[in-house]
């Protein structure tokens, strides 16, 4: 028999097999098809095939490519489907509002409408949130008794006589911490009719746009790179030739450029801590020109507010040298859009210190911070708490505390989840644990957690803060950790979740899989 004889006898005795297993599922019985039956089915059906290897190939190929293009159709499809959804939700949630506003008003009640909806929303605290004599809102804008007592037109509302009793109104008010009278801007729920929906969903991807043309840039770059430092100083000699641009580098790189050329005596750096305190009052934008490490480098440069940063990184070095002029001109020159990316800020306590009052300036970190058993040979025993509620003990080699932007790097390796930079949380996530049922957890971003070296710890323990400064733990030490009120805006190229979707495809192959050959069992 020749090899395409043989290929060929194969590829009837495949289908045979399809065929009696759809023969017997179309009976719903148990029942055996007889095998010569079928081939004789078979080959009934099919027409006489001259094949070839190469035939089967090329039919392959193309019930790939037919594959290809069903399943691009079936994504435009879902694309199209979700698009229309959200604008079927929009137009519904608009004519719901405009009929409750026309309703309202009829009622008499028109200073429970005359603020727009942003603005009941900033009126929404616990220390205004009384209800008059009347029944009516007065000034706070909220009328939940009135509308309840109205004859409601929401979707689960039929004015029917026979139900006796109503729902009794209620107001929803936002604790917030660090504000008397808790009169923070919130995303609102509404509870129009007294039902809680959270229809109105802000976009949080966020522009950036110049009042006038920035005119300072701070370059932050990883050591010891000829290329970093070669397209440095042509970055620098561009920006001040043709945009007049201020440029601020760190003292290293200062002294290197000016070596290389007096012309570089324009440029400004700092010379001591208290100076470069105030960097971020002179700055209006930061380029980094290196890899993640050098993000983090100039994040931990800002104790306080940091000026947007503009990362080329070293994958994209390459690539970006033709093209950087056209990006920083369209950073300088244009609205672009950023990422928020959240930092915690860490402060130690000693067991030694009298009370818990923060004294030391805190540690922020843009990744994580990391609690793990260091030299130690023992494993490490952490109490946790989150706000005043106990979680866990850890005991393994450690902690890892991380933000959303850290999620990528050692929470990951560790197990923890990939969480988008938006999501406002912080990753709990344990390393080693020696417990089989200790997963990682995400928690909310308004916690603040506690990790503990019980006095009963064998050994020490050792926090480190993105890779660096290592801090030592003894019994009775604390760690304390929130979420900073001065985040590191990133400047995207194209949005938020385009380009956290390209650096975990990219940078980590997350999910890459070889295709399955269309020729597996049926
Ligand atoms: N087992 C691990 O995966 C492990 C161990 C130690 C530290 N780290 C990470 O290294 C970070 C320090 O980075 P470095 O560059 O100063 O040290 P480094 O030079 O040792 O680089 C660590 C690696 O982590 C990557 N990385 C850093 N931050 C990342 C992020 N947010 N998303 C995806 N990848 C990221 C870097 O690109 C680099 O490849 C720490 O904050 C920690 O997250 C990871
Ligand atoms: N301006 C700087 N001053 C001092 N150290 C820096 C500076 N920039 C980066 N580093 C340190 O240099 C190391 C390497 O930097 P970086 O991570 O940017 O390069 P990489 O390792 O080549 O790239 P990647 O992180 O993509 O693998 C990091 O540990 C980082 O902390």
Not at 32 to 43: D, F, L, Q, R
Not at 237 to 260: D, G, T, Y
Not at 488 to 508: K, N, Q, W
Request: net charge negative; with cysteine.
């Amino acid at each position: 028999m020749s090899a395409d004889e043989a290929a060929l006898k194969t590829c009837h005795e495949r289908i045979n097999l399809s065929v009696a297993a759809s023969h017997q599922a179309e009976n719903g019985s148990v029942t055996t098809v007889s095998s010569k039956e079928s081939e004789e089915a078979t080959y009934a059906f099919l027409p006489p095939i001259e094949s070839t290897d190469a035939h089967l190939h090329e039919f392959a190929e193309a019930m790939r490519t037919v594959g290809k293009a069903l399943r691009q159709v079936a994504e435009g499809k879902a694309a199209a489907q979700a698009e229309a959804a959200e604008w079927k939700r929009k137009y519904e949630s608009e004519k719901a509002a405009k009929a409750h506003t026309h309703h309202s008003v009829i009622k008499g009640c028109s200073n429970c409408v005359k603020d727009k909806l942003e603005h009941l929303a900033s009126k929404l605290t616990l220390e205004t949130a009384s209800v008059d004599e009347t029944g009516c809102c007065g000034n706070h804008g909220i009328c939940s008794r009135q509308i309840l007592q109205d004859q409601c037109t929401g979707p689960n509302r039929k004015s029917d006589d026979r139900i006796v009793g109503r729902k009794v109104p209620f107001r929803l008010s936002w604790g917030s911490n660090g504000d008397k009278n808790g009169q923070h801007k919130h995303d609102f729920v509404s509870f129009e009719k007294g039902d809680i929906t959270t229809a109105e969903r802000s976009n949080k991807q966020i522009f950036l746009k110049w009042d006038s043309p920035p005119q300072t840039v701070l370059f932050v770059t990883k050591p010891n790179s000829n290329s970093v430092h070669a397209l440095c100083s042509e970055m620098v000699r561009w920006l001040k030739e043709h945009n007049n641009i201020n440029i601020f580098v760190e003292p290293r790189v200062s002294k290197e450029l000016l070596i290389e050329d007096s012309y570089f005596n324009f440029i400004q750096t700092w010379d001591n801590d208290q100076e470069m305190k105030t960097l971020h009052t002179k700055v209006d934008l930061i380029v980094t020109l290196g890899g993640d490490g050098t993000v983090l480098w100039a994040a931990s440069l800002f104790k306080g507010p940091v000026p947007p940063v503009v990362a080329f990184s070293l994958g994209s070095l390459g690539f970006m040298i033709p093209f950087y002029r056209e990006c920083l001109g369209n950073v300088l020159k244009r609205p672009f859009t950023i990422t928020l990316r959240s930092r915690l800020q860490c402060h130690v306590i000693r067991d030694a210190a009298k009370d818990e009052v923060e004294t030391g300036e805190p540690i922020l970190v843009l990744n994580e911070v990391t609690i793990d058993r260091g030299m130690s040979s023992y494993l490490t025993y952490l109490e946790c708490y989150c706000d005043s509620s106990f979680v866990t003990c850890v005991q393994g080699d450690g902690l890892i505390i991380s933000t959303t932007s850290g999620s990528t790097a050692y929470s990951l390796a560790a197990g923890g989840s990939m969480v988008h930079p938006q999501v406002p949380g912080i990753l709990f996530t344990p390393i080693c644990p020696h417990s089989l049922s200790f997963r990682p957890l995400i928690l909310p971003e308004y916690v603040t957690l506690r990790v503990q070296v019980p006095f009963n710890s064998r050994g020490q323990a050792w926090a480190s803060f993105d890779g660096k400064g290592r801090i030592q733990l003894g019994p009775g030490d604390a760690l304390i950790c929130s979420v900073s009120p001065w985040p590191l805006p990133t400047a995207c190229l194209v949005d938020s979740t385009t380009d956290f979707l390209r650096s975990i495809h990219e940078g980590l192959h997350w999910n890459l899989r070889k295709s399955q050959a269309l020729d597996g069992p049926a």
